[in-house]
């Protein structure tokens, strides 16, 4: 007996887990891509195996009146995988989906904070009502080292190292790398663990439960602090991931030296920063070159 489409997606995300070594928070946006396309399929009583090109058209149709073009490319990304795996393991003779290409997304350069915004939150997340020294220690630490939101819910006691400066992170695929720790962010992590960090866990930052905190609580926690400390942005943790970066380029860092520390495989990921560098050299530029624009 065949296995049902929903069986296959759990087949699918069980493979990503256990051999591609995927972080709980891809594995839940996988899942929840594929049980929408499932959603989808079902509402109109459409064959997984059979997909025509104007069924797959239809789709793309609805994602794109629904979603951000960024959206619907990560939505077909991971449908597409799927099919691909479908088709590695013999479910299917071939992968509908590589016949047609969505729309691009036409990358937007990154959200980031100014320095002075940093300071800001930084300043105002010390003066909190609640857990202002784990708070402090949450941002001061994703500013000083980039690292992912995942990366930092998963960090342990035992891997930072408040001598050396040092910090063990588990990044994408369980590959592990050392990042150095900012003398303001190790002076954040002291006094948390000082005084604000109670329970037996063996995680870094704990909930109100003394249990490990979750991403999407950091993800909240960043823009309660951002609106009270008058910042009208509206960033994820990432946001912060990206400032990290573009802060290190806009003073003389090496790309290559950011790739190592924000732990990307491909040089051509790390690259995206450099449009933001780029466009404050355009501005400084067209402001002070005499042969630029139209100067008199």
């Known amino acids: 007996m065949s296995a049902t489409f929903e069986e296959l997606i759990g087949e699918y995300c069980r493979y990503l887990a256990t051999v591609k070594n995927y972080s709980e928070h891809t594995l839940r946006s996988y899942r929840r891509e594929l049980a929408e396309f499932a959603a989808y399929l079902a509402r109109f009583h459409l064959d997984h195996t059979a997909l025509t090109r104007q069924q797959i058209r239809r789709y793309l149709a609805e994602l794109g009146g629904h979603n951000h073009g960024s959206t619907v490319a990560h939505k077909t990304t991971v449908v597409r995988a799927f099919y691909r795996h479908l088709v590695r393991q013999g479910q299917l003779d071939h992968n509908p989906f590589l016949a047609l290409r969505g729309k691009k997304s036409g990358r937007r350069v990154p959200a980031v ?12 997340s010390i003066g909190a009502a609640a857990y202002p020294l784990r708070n402090a220690a949450i941002f001061e630490l994703l500013y000083a080292t980039g690292v992912r939101v995942g990366e930092l819910v998963g960090l342990d006691l035992g891997d930072v190292d408040l001598k050396t400066g040092l910090c063990r992170v588990l990044g994408k ?33 704990l909930n109100r439960f003394g249990s490990r905190l979750s991403d999407r609580s950091i993800r909240l926690l ?75």
Do not use: M, W
């Open 113 to 124: 904070l100014s320095l002075d915004e940093v300071l800001a939150l930084l300043e105002h």
């Open 173 to 205: 695929g369980k590959k592990e790398r050392i990042v150095p720790v900012g003398r303001k962010a190790l002076q954040a992590l002291r006094e948390y663990l000082g005084s604000e960090r109670r329970g037996e866990c063996k995680a870094l930052f």
């Open 222 to 296: 960043l823009n309660c602090h951002l609106r009270a400390a008058g910042i009208n942005k509206r960033l994820s943790p990432h946001g912060l991931r990206h400032t990290f970066a573009t802060h290190l380029l806009d003073h003389g860092a090496d790309l290559r030296a950011i790739q190592e520390l924000l732990g990307h495989a491909s040089l051509s990921t790390t690259q995206r920063y450099t449009r933001v560098g780029i466009e404050e050299l355009i501005r400084v530029y067209d402001r002070c070159h005499p042969r630029s624009g139209d100067k008199p």
